[in-house]
Each structure stands twice: as C-alpha cells, then as structure tokens.
Nanobody
Framework: QVQLVESGGGSVQPGGSLRLACAASGFTSAVYGIGWFRQAPGKGREGVSAIRTGDGRTYYANSVKGRFTISRDNAKNMVYLQMNSLTPEDTAVYFC?????????????????????WGQGTQVTVSS
C-alpha cells in the first residue's frame, strides 16, 4: 500500500503562484510514476502532469505547459507541482496519484485507471 498526502493548496489572485506537495509513504519502492490530476466543479478529473520516479521524465497537459513544473525528491518521497501564472481556469481540487506499472508515456500518463493510489486532494482557488 502507498499513502499520499497533498498540501500547499490555497487561494491566490490571477497571475500568482502556488507550490503543491505530495508526500508518499508506505511501499514507495513500488511506485513507478506520480501524477497530478485536478477536478473543477461540475467537470471530470483531468490530468495535469506526471513524472516517472526513476528517470524523472515529465509530462504536461497542454493547458499548463510553460506554467507548471513537476519535480521529485526521491530521498524524501516527495513530488512537487510548481504552478505559476495561475488563472481562474486553474481553480480545482488537485489530487496526486501513484502507479506501480503500466506504460507511462505521452498517452499513458493521462490514464486515471492506471493509478492505484490517490490522495485526498487539495483545493486551489484562483480569483480576484
């Protein structure tokens, strides 16, 4: 089992920044990739970014490319999502998720069913 806890959410004005953190515990040696997903009110859960824990390969949704940066600290079992130039469209609950297998590539990283473990989510609100 792997447990995930997100932190770092909050309220920010448009153009502002936040850094989300995902702390992993438990059987973390089995984790192959960590993804960030978000769910806005009335919408489905969508992939934001992902990272392969081994080689650090990263993936981003087109809507966040150039604004968000995912990173990892394997020694601390932490994954971060630095979010810059935030807009109201980024308002959502952000979840981190972990997977132990499957194909983590340009298509596979978005497949929610491939992630076995999920955190409880952290709210990000962008408004003036």
């Amino acid at each position: 089992q792997v447990q995930l806890v997100e932190s770092g959410g909050g309220s920010v004005q448009p153009g502002g920044s936040l850094r989300l953190a995902c702390a992993a515990s438990g059987f973390t040696s089995a984790v192959y990739g960590i993804g960030w997903f978000r769910q806005a009110p009335g919408k489905g859960r969508e992939g934001v970014s992902a990272i392969r824990t081994g080689d650090g390969r990263t993936y981003y949704a087109n809507s966040v490319k150039g604004r968000f940066t995912i990173s990892r600290d394997n020694a601390k079992n932490m994954v971060y999502l630095q979010m810059n130039s935030l807009t109201p469209e980024d308002t959502a609950v952000y979840f981190c998720a972990a997977r132990s297998g499957g194909v983590l590539d340009d298509f596979g990283w978005t497949q929610r069913h491939e992630y076995e473990y999920w955190g409880q989510g952290t709210q990000v609100t962008v408004s003036s």
